[in-house]
């Protein structure tokens, strides 16, 4: 498809406008503090909207309209649980980062059980973060293909640069100003993408909620083989269950607020503990509608599509194409001009907010975890600000490699592979902050006990996955679990282990919520 010149016009001033402030914010850039933290100066809305660009990816713009339009909101049920893991976050969590004046989430495991345990964090972060940036590459590169009929090996080539130049010249600063406009864009596209839908609807805003509710699309239904079955709210590992996924939702937000460097780099970013806390209230009041608006959007798509039907949103819906075309489809065949080019920006502003915080905060993680504190000790604070672009352009460089494996790839619903992969790339890091804080138990020793067996069920779960263990050695669990299990399995086996040693105490001050 060729795009008008009114899209081309608003996609290319798009994109100069993020590019002029990366490199505005290059200027800015003469310490690690400043391009680590901005000088710890900025204010609770700010921050905040910036967790909401971060939080909300092209899984967001893609994959949550992709699965109401192909099933039902039960995916959603996971977003539910997320005010509680940010209220305990706020008020367990926060007061440890902002009092021990931490760049990185990781120092906090080195003041309570020693650098080894500090490192394996910041391993872990660095990995997750790897394979979450190339999921989230290869899915706008796939917009971008319907877009340019380039190929999307070459949009993955084209749109991994880009995001390497602004976030690398411009760090911190850069990344969470330009997530601020980002998340204006995709709540500005989002709305007009809607408004086009209901225009061309006979019955408007009624007829998508007649007839999605005749149809079951908004309940809470789990698709089978045979029609969708109510999902059940009772304890289970073997299947999905609306209480199963809040649980899986709980680990994932306590995770994402306590362990998640992305996130604890804008806690140390706020000017005050205050405004940390305010950033966070922000982004709950913006993500859950956000969220939910996405999976309206996939609800109304389907409604479209049965009034207006195509050959092509027919295959989507039917599997024979991947549903997460669905939105791409209508934005390029349906949406007037300059819309299109407005929508297909906010696209793009889904997946950078994400892309250059995670970028970002791996290079923060490389220099003040592992190569400031163990490799180099005592060079010039220039020094540390070269591998600092270093490891972020490493990170970018892997980032496109890992999209072009995944394009090369079969998947399910890129939904279900971004959960799974995020669950076993998890490495109990929930249970371990659980310990640390809530517990006066553990030291290294025991600590790492729990690391191995968790490392040793976490290599179980990827075997059994891909069906390289016997029959009766698989798991017994959907592996939608393998996250929240995980994380039982490191508290339950760490904390049992320093009863069992009568491990060492040491001074606690300031490090549990029993020693404040």
């Known amino acids: 498809m060729t795009l008008h010149w009114i899209d081309l016009t608003v996609l290319i001033g798009y994109l100069s406008l993020v590019a002029g402030m990366g490199y505005y914010f290059s200027k800015k850039n003469i310490s690690t ?67 021990n004046n931490v760049t990185s989430a990781y ?46 090996v070459t949009n993955i080539l084209i749109s991994g640069v880009f995001v390497a130049f602004y976030t690398i010249m411009g760090g911190i600063n850069a ?39 005749s149809d079951g699309k908004l309940s809470l239904a789990e698709m089978t083989s045979s029609g969708f079955r109510s999902i059940d709210w009772n304890f289970s590992i073997t299947r999905k269950t609306g209480t199963m996924l809040f649980l899986v939702g709980l680990t994932s937000w306590l995770t994402e607020y306590s362990a998640n460097q992305n996130t604890v780099q804008r806690y140390a970013a706020a000017k005050s ?46 599997g024979v194409r991947k549903a997460e075309q669905i939105f791409p489809y209508f934005i390029l065949n349906f949406l007037p ?50 591998i600092a672009w270093a490891i972020a352009g490493g990170a970018a460089l892997f980032m496109v490699c890992g999209a072009l494996i995944l394009n090369a790839s079969e998947t399910k619903t890129l939904q279900d592979t971004a ?30 006990i729990g690391l191995i067996v968790t490392s040793l069920f976490t290599i179980w779960t990827i075997l059994s996955k891909r069906g390289l263990v016997p029959e009766w050695l698989h798991t017994p669990f959907d592996l939608y679990y ?20 009568v491990d060492q105490r040491k001074n606690l001050k300031n490090l549990t919520i029993w020693n404040q």
């Not at 192909?70 to 893991?85: A, D, E, V």
């Not at 799974?420 to 902050?433: E, K, P």
């Not at 393998?482 to 039982?488: A, Q, S």
């Open 33 to 99: 503090e400043e391009y680590f933290v901005g000088g710890r100066s900025f204010s609770g809305w700010v921050v905040g909207l910036s967790l909401v660009g971060t939080s909300i990816s092209s899984v967001t713009f893609l994959s949550y309209p992709a699965d109401a339009y192909k099933t039902t909101w039960i995916r959603f049920i996971t977003t539910w649980s997320m005010p509680l893991g940010v209220l305990i976050a706020a008020y367990y969590f926060l007061p440890f980062f902002r009092r």
């Open 107 to 152: 120092e906090y495991l080195e003041h309570r059980f020693g650098p080894s345990v500090r490192v394996y964090g910041g391993i872990t972060f660095i990995f997750a973060q790897l394979v979450r940036v190339s999921i989230i590459l290869y899915l706008v590169s796939l917009l971008l293909h319907e877009i340019t009929g380039f190929s999307i």
């Open 175 to 213: 990344v969470i100003w330009t997530d601020v406009i980002q998340t204006i864009i995709l709540v500005l596209g989002g709305l007009l993408t809607l408004g086009v839908i209901i225009n061309h609807l006979p019955g408007g805003l009624g007829q998508i909620f007649s007839v999605a509710i």
């Open 273 to 318: 503990t205050y405004e940390a806390r305010k950033a966070m209230l922000v982004c709950v009041l913006s993500s859950l509608p956000i969220w939910a608006f996405y999976m309206f959007i996939g609800t109304s798509l389907y409604v479209f599509f049965q009034v207006f039907p195509t050959i092509e949103a027919t295959e989507m819906l039917n």
């Open 337 to 386: 001009p300059g819309f299109t080019g407005l929508v297909i920006a906010a696209a793009l502003a889904a997946a950078m907010s994400s892309l250059d915080s995670s970028i970002n905060a791996i290079s923060t993680v490389g220099v003040v975890d592992i190569y400031r504190r163990h490799i180099k000790k005592t060079e010039k604070d220039k020094h540390y600000l070269q």
């Open 419 to 448: 959960t799974i992969l995020s669950s076993i790339t998890g490495g109990g890091l929930l249970g371990l902050y659980l310990l640390g804080f809530f517990t006066k138990k553990g030291n290294a020793k025991s600590v790492w």
């Open 482 to 501: 393998t996250g929240l299990i995980g994380n039982i399995i490191m508290f339950a086996v760490s904390f049992t282990a320093a009863v069992l040693l």
